[in-house]
């Protein structure tokens, strides 16, 4: 389990630092495996800009950049495609340690041509995005900007959470308990109820209460999906989750804020108008389809999943087409894409 302490911070009103956050976490009996500070590996990094791009006198892939950078204009071989002038971008001094390459930068000649620095691609930096090239980055942003900043980059704690704490699985219940142990004062903002204006179209019929003894659902209409904010992209990010879209996201977040799955089915792509929570099932023998073949699901992460009678199916068509499986992961069929309006927010307990 990681989290930033920005998102802690949202839940717990401290002046702690990440490394105090850390020993009350062990003192509360919290299993700290980790604590990563992207900010010091990003200190020798900052933002400059390419004046001027011509090809290297001695190699057709590589060109001979102009930079201005926080240190003043430095001449700087690069082999980036695309790499031009005009182009703001991230540097690294000579001395700079690049940590997606595990060297340290020394100045020495490339094809007869000396570089005195580097022009970094997100991969070198272990920042998220493309790495086809050089970072691309805002024009606004100012030559000599921390990098750190840029890509809003904070210490990150991870810990093992115990099998008796699953509180600990959000991090709100993480704040709750170091507010307990005195480390700040837990923030407990109000939370409006969000009143319906419809009743629902889709219903839930539970056939296995055994697997899953509460079931709740929400119709929403008229969302817009999309790219997500940057702040909820870096938040995600830095715990290693690649944001995918807004209704995504949204459901990883409080997923991990909350402790609280959630899940998020396109009401277009239903078959019928009722979800039935079911155990596993083989076939009858029907449609073709040999006796006693096992059921089976695409999930969203595109793999196929054999199901057997121990887990618990999420299913449309009237019970008969698997959709998800509980606690799990949802279906390929009914997932969520651009041109998503209308949903149906699942929050179960499995």
């Not at 401290?14 to 604590?35: I, K, Y």
Request: charged letters at 20%; proline letters at 7%.
């Amino acid at each position: 389990m990681k989290f930033t302490l920005s998102w802690l911070k949202d839940h717990l009103d401290t002046e702690a630092d990440v490394s105090a956050v850390a020993d009350a976490m062990t003192m509360a009996g919290l299993e700290v495996e980790d604590v990563h500070d992207p900010v010091a590996a990003l200190a020798p990094f900052s933002v400059a800009k390419i004046i001027s791009a011509e090809r290297h006198p001695n190699a057709d892939r590589l060109q001979v950049c102009q930079v201005e950078t926080v240190d003043g204009m430095k001449e700087i071989v690069c082999g980036a495609p695309n790499a031009r002038a005009g182009l703001t971008t991230i540097y690294a001094p000579i001395g700079a340690y690049v940590p997606g390459l595990g060297v340290t930068l020394v100045e020495k000649p490339v094809r007869g041509v000396v570089s005195n620095g580097m022009l970094c691609s997100a991969a070198e930096l272990e920042q998220p995005g493309e790495s086809d090239g050089i970072l691309e980055l805002d024009d606004s942003l100012k030559v000599g900007e921390p990098a750190a900043g840029v890509f809003g980059a904070e210490p990150v704690i991870d810990f093992e959470v115990t099998p008796n704490r699953p509180d600990w699985l959000g991090v709100s219940g993480i704040a709750r308990d170091l507010a307990a142990a005195g480390l700040g004062t837990l923030i407990t903002p109000a939370v409006e109820p969000v009143a319906g204006r419809f009743a629902s179209p889709i219903t839930v019929r539970l056939d296995a209460p055994g697997m899953c003894p509460v079931f709740a659902g929400r119709t929403i209409r008229g969302v817009k999906n999309g790219p997500s904010p940057e702040w909820l992209k870096r938040r995600l990010e830095a715990i290693g989750l690649r944001s995918i879209n807004r209704l995504v996201d949204v459901t990883n977040l409080i997923t991990y804020d909350r402790a609280r799955p959630l899940h998020v089915y396109d009401i277009a792509k239903l078959v019928g108008s009722e979800i039935v929570v079911r155990a596993g099932q083989s076939s009858e023998g029907a449609d073709g389809i040999a006796a006693g073949t096992p059921e089976h699901l695409i999930a969203l992460d595109g793999k196929t999943y054999t199901v057997d009678p121990s887990m618990c199916v999420i299913a449309d068509a009237m019970g008969e087409r698997p959709i998800g499986l509980g606690g799990v992961m949802g279906g390929e069929s009914t997932g969520c894409s651009d041109e998503t309006t209308d949903v149906f927010v699942e929050c179960a307990w499995f």
